[in-house]
């Protein structure tokens, strides 16, 4: 009899455990003993095996790489609404965080499937208490599998943000539209071995965590001003004292003699591209080890993503403490773009800091290990010249097909010309056009003209589309369109072709 008791027993408790729900499941990278990237697939399915397990946890395909293969993301939230596609309560942020958008920096994409698997089934964090989150962990399957920065096409996604040319560029755009986030986290990691710095010139960088910011001059002055002077040293602060070693991004720093300055500045990238949307917009850069150091796994890998993931807690506690300031202060500054649109800074651009004019940065020496400081030129202020006001409207005159494309993917609302009517007009032309094969310092800057206007009256035609400037993106539409602005779509070399025609295919009205 007691045998059969405990025959009893030990099968209830059997029962017990295989149907209690699990407190964590092993990502793909930690099953390999936190040593092997798996594939995309296996991460799909490891995406999948959560949402099927969590009940806060909601799995969407969000698109298909220039590859074929699957971009998906995670939704996690308490708020069964917002796992089913519907919006979000006002009193909890979105956040929006984004993995490996270059393939050959993985550990954001291990991180981020980390953290989704310890939120999915932890009952005491209280992170989902203020915030919903849109987590996409591996941003560029192609690179992943092809073992590449690139995607399939050997498309760069983060330069494409006016354009929105390669697949995955507007599957994030898309998942901007679609999840309206009040923050984004973009992860990345910067590589402490150079070919000129290191190979050369006998030095790596010394970084663990760098951070930036939306920082075009562009951007609503209020969001700028905050997460320039407010939310950007608190994340510093708290990533150091956490103990991993933080600071504002310098840029990359390839050899001696350059200039250091901040993270790029164009609106082509996805940093600054959402803060233009009116997003709280914050970049990481962490650090990539080099391939020739002796780790306790292959190029510290381990580590990297344990840093990558102190990053990404960090910056949502810090969103969590300050949600409620977060939610107004985009809110605010989205409302306030689509009653007016700002003046615009043609040229924006990097220069001399006079106040702070050297600035020493730690390297370490190659051939020692020592840490040594450097002496470099600091160009860390950004400027913007050239101050105007928008007009009233932009009419697309000819090729209306390839920009009713483009403006449909960037959402940008337009009018089409149903029948022939009479206009007043700004009928453009460029003059003592030059377009350069390499950018300019930290921005894509190519094409430099000088813009001649007549005015006059022209008769619009059925299919002509008008941009009116009084709308949610106003002021991005109006920094893309004007060919003079340093971060204008004509920039672009599938575009650059326009500002030969005479006139061009656009005019303004006033």
Not at 146 to 166: C, F, G, M, V, W
């Amino acid at each position: 009899m007691k045998l059969q008791k405990l025959a009893v027993l030990y099968a209830m408790t059997m029962a017990c455990h295989s149907y209690a729900a699990p407190t964590y499941i092993q990502t793909p990278f930690e099953q390999s003993s936190n040593t092997e990237l798996p594939q995309s697939k296996q991460v799909d399915a490891f995406l999948k095996q959560l949402s099927d397990k969590s009940d806060w946890i909601s799995e969407q395909r969000i698109g298909i790489s220039a590859g074929g293969r699957e971009i998906n993301a995670l939704l996690i939230s308490k708020d069964s609404e917002f796992l089913n596609g519907e919006k979000a309560k006002a009193n909890k942020a979105t956040v929006m965080l984004i993995g490996s958008q270059h393939g050959n920096e993985p550990a954001g994409a291990e991180a981020l499937q980390k953290l989704a698997a310890e939120l999915a089934f932890d009952e005491k964090s209280t992170l989902l208490d203020n915030l919903n989150l849109v987590v996409i962990p591996l941003a560029n399957p192609d690179g992943r599998d092809l073992q590449s920065r690139y995607n399939a096409d050997r498309e760069n996604p983060n330069i494409d943000y006016s354009a929105l040319a390669s697949p995955e560029t507007l599957i994030y755009v898309n998942a901007l539209r679609k999840f309206k986030p009040n923050a984004i986290f973009d992860i990345h990691e910067s590589g402490i071995e150079k070919s000129v710095l290191t190979g050369e010139q006998g030095y790596f960088t010394d970084v663990h965590a760098q951070y930036e910011v939306g920082n075009n001059p562009n951007i609503a002055p209020e969001l700028l001003t905050y997460s320039e002077e407010v939310f950007l040293p608190q994340l510093i602060d708290a990533t150091s004292r956490s103990g991993l070693p933080a600071k504002r991004y310098l840029g990359e720093i390839t050899h001696l003699d350059q200039p250091v300055k901040r993270g790029g500045i164009g609106i082509t990238n996805f940093r600054n591209y959402a803060a233009m949307r009116g997003i709280l917009s914050i970049l990481v850069e962490n650090r990539l080890d080099s391939k020739e150091g002796d780790y306790p796994t292959p190029r510290n890998i381990e580590r990297r993503v344990e840093n990558q993931l102190i990053s990404t807690r960090t910056f949502l506690n810090l969103v969590s403490n300050n949600h409620e300031n977060i939610i107004q202060l985009t809110e605010r500054t989205q409302q306030k773009s689509a009653q007016k649109p700002r003046d615009i800074y043609l040229d924006v651009s990097f220069g001399p800091n006079i106040k702070n004019i050297v600035k020493k940065v730690p390297l370490t020496r190659k051939d020692t290990g020592q840490s040594v400081q450097v002496s470099f030129t600091n160009f860390d202020q950004i400027s913007g010249k050239e101050l105007v006001a928008l007009p009233k409207a932009y009419v697309v005159a000819n090729n209306q097909e390839a920009f009713k494309s483009w403006l449909d993917k960037h959402g940008i609302e337009y009018q089409v010309v149903q029948e022939p009517q009479q206009q007043n007009v700004g009928v453009l032309s460029a003059s003592n056009l030059s377009i350069a094969s390499k950018g300019r310092l930290g921005i894509r800057r190519f094409t430099d003209l000088d813009l001649v206007k007549d005015n006059k009256q022209v008769s619009l035609q059925e299919g002509d589309l008008v941009i009116p400037m009084n709308q949610p993106l106003g002021t991005l539409v109006g920094l893309m369109l004007d060919p003079r602005s340093s971060s204008s779509i004509f920039q672009e070399p599938a575009w650059q072709g326009y500002l030969r025609q005479n006139p061009l295919p656009i005019y303004t009205i006033d």
